[in-house]
């Protein structure tokens, strides 16, 4: 059986979902579940002073170290995903933009609102891939991707829950009259179910990659 390396999200709260559901739902799929976190602050300054090249080579030094010869490599992260295109282990890591699109594209959208960090929906990342199977985005305004922002990085990764966060999310994503909502931030997955309760249609990016490690390991096996 391979090897299942996570690399820790944005927060300790990603990972710790991560490993929860992974041990739940796939334990018997890999010998060996293996979790990487790294301090957010060191992260976000290599992000900021040089984009996800370093944050590429951060993740390739913890794949050599793991001398694994089976290893399938997840990132608990929509945001640090990004470095997967830097990478010189790129081939083994199961990426989670392709994961929900391919979601979205068997559900047959035709358009998705993204909620992520402004890292995220600034990028091409999810953009490009979505408009290849013919699904159009929509993400916030300026005024309210700050706010978006702020809820991720001072609250939620902070394990920070004031009841105000989830109401000023929905607020935002009210705003965009869109009913199908793209929760691209791991952190995100704690309104998932709130969301769901007031008939919106949820992409939750951490539950979607968590589930698809399945068909994914199952794949590998058969292959």
């Known amino acids: ?6 690399l820790g999200g944005l927060s300790d709260m990603s990972t710790t979902i991560y490993f ?5 739902k796939h334990r018997n799929r890999f010998e060996r579940v293996i979790v990487v976190s790294f301090p957010f602050d060191k992260m976000e300054t290599l992000r ?7 944050i590429a080579a951060e993740f390739d030094e913890v794949i050599d170290r793991t001398q694994s010869e089976d290893l399938t490599v997840a990132i608990c992260s929509n945001t640090y995903n990004q470095a997967v ?49 013919g699904i159009q985005t929509i993400v916030p305004s300026e005024e309210d991707q700050v706010e978006v922002d702020r809820v991720i990085y001072e609250e939620l990764c902070m394990a920070s829950f004031p009841p105000n966060s989830f109401d000023s999310i929905l607020r935002i994503i009210r705003r965009s009259e869109v009913n199908v909502i793209l929760l691209g931030c791991t952190e995100l997955t704690y309104f998932a179910d709130r969301l769901r309760e007031r ?3 949820v992409l939750d990016s951490t539950m979607i990659h968590i589930q ?7 794949e590998r096996a058969g292959g």
């Open 199 to 201: 008939g919106f249609v």
């Open 85 to 133: 295109q830097f990478m010189r282990h790129s081939a083994k890591v199961f990426r989670i933009d392709q994961a929900v699109v391919a979601t979205a594209k068997a559900l047959e959208l035709s358009t998705v609102y993204i909620l992520a960090t402004s890292a995220t929906v600034g990028s091409a990342y999810y953009n490009s891939l979505f408009l290849a199977t």
């Open 212 to 218: 698809s490690l399945e068909i994914n390991s199952a």
């Open 20 to 24: 929860q559901e992974v041990v739940k």
């Open 48 to 54: 900021k002073a040089a984009g996800f090249r370093d």
């Open 1 to 6: 059986m391979a090897d299942l390396l996570l």
